[in-house]
């Protein structure tokens, strides 16, 4: 086991994803108690949610968690570029007598500049805290390691990762193309290499002086002991985790990831603005017909009103239902179950591999 990973009491190398909406207080508290690193997402929920979240999950948990905060650049707000999109999703919208907003609002904050959430990670002291979409200011991060937490950082390719090692860093997850969800990346509007996920652990981990953790299209343990070998600390898994009964994906999220063999997922930006990575839905193929949307999280206003606009008329297909690569392998079990069936996998996976 890593020193890093002793040092969060873990048993098992594995990282629960922080999925926004799904990673529940119940899903996280049961992953820690079970040996893994289990983790929330506050940047999509107001702070008293997210104190509320934490103290909580905190009574229900001794071990180490993850609170996880959103580190994009605020959005560049284009009036025509919205009403353009709101305009071409209009008839998606008239299907169901609804219409779309008047207007969008940037409903997400970015930690880059949220002092209240700042501070209620100080005073909390958060024993992890991981970001997304890039990084907070020097000054951000002195103080979050000043309060011991320790901290990670999603990268997609290698300029990225040496900036979060730069910038004090304890460990980067390398978010292979095959994931689940958002994009990590910095900037969205450079260029993606689309690394897979062994290609960046196997770069990464030879280039760095941090740790490396694993992430995308990781299902079961040998995928764990694979990252592994390549170099990995540990391994995140985000999918593997949504058919847990403690997470709280929509009904019809769940019942599509499980209900196909073959669950096919797509990239689109259709959703939110950003790249994310999602089962195949009514919105994902609207989403092929479509270009253009405003910047992230503008235009994820848009896509939840039609969510919320679709299902009040019973038709779910318009949810996010982020999911990588790995979904026809998910699981339905309990997360203490699904962490004892992986570290099982992985021991056996290890010792194939002559890891002992």
Same mark, same amino acid.
Request: net charge neutral.
């Given at each position: ?51 509320c ?13 993850? /609170? ?15 009403a353009? +999109?709101?305009t ?23 930690f880059?500049?949220d002092? /209240? ?32 937490? /320790? ?26 193309y ?27 981990s ?8 694993? $992430? ?17 600390? $540990?391994?995140?898994?985000g999918?593997?985790f ?24 797509v ?19 609207l ?10 999280? /503008? ?25 990588g ?24 996976? +290890? ?6």
């Amino acid at each position: 086991m890593h020193p890093l990973l002793e040092r969060l009491g873990l048993k098992v190398p594995i990282v629960q994803a922080p999925m926004a909406g799904t990673s529940t207080v119940a899903l996280a508290s049961a992953t820690s108690n079970a040996g893994a690193l289990g983790s929330i997402a506050i940047g999509h929920i107001g702070v008293e949610a997210a104190a509320c979240d934490i103290t909580q999950l905190r009574a229900a948990t001794n071990r180490a968690f993850n /609170v996880n905060l959103f580190c994009h650049q605020p959005a560049r707000r284009d009036a025509a570029v919205e009403a353009a +999109w709101l305009t071409r999703l209009a008839p998606a919208f008239a299907a169901f007598d609804a219409t779309p907003p008047k207007a969008l609002q940037e409903i997400y904050p970015s930690f880059i500049d949220d002092d /209240v959430r700042l501070t209620l990670l100080l005073t909390a002291r958060v024993p992890v805290v991981s970001f997304h979409f890039g990084l907070p200011s020097a000054e951000r991060i002195a103080a979050l390691r000043q309060s011991g937490a /320790v901290l990670l950082a999603t990268v997609t390719n290698l300029d990225e990762a040496s900036a979060a090692a730069d910038a004090g860093i304890d460990a980067v997850v390398a978010q292979g193309y095959e994931a689940g969800g958002h994009r990590g990346v910095f900037d969205p509007s450079a260029p993606d290499a689309q690394l897979s996920t062994s290609f960046l652990v196997r770069r990464l981990s030879r280039a760095l002086p941090i740790p490396v953790i694993a $992430a995308g299209g990781i299902m079961d343990g040998a995928g764990v002991a694979g990252a592994l070998t390549l170099g990995a600390v $540990a391994a995140q898994m985000g999918t593997a985790f949504i058919a847990c009964p403690e997470a709280g994906a929509d009904p019809a999220h769940r019942d599509a990831l499980l209900a196909r063999a073959q669950s096919r997922t797509v990239m689109t930006r259709a959703i939110s603005g950003r790249p994310a990575r999602s089962l195949v839905n009514a919105f994902t193929e609207l989403g092929e017909r479509l270009t253009d949307p405003p910047a992230y999280p /503008v235009a994820y206003d848009a896509g939840k009103a039609l969510n919320a606009a679709a299902r009040a008329r019973g038709d779910f297909g318009y949810g996010a239902w982020w999911a990588g690569q790995g979904a026809p392998m998910a699981r339905a079990m309990p997360a203490t179950r699904l962490i004892e069936t992986l570290s099982a996998e992985l021991s056996t996976a +290890w010792s194939a591999y002559g890891g002992g």
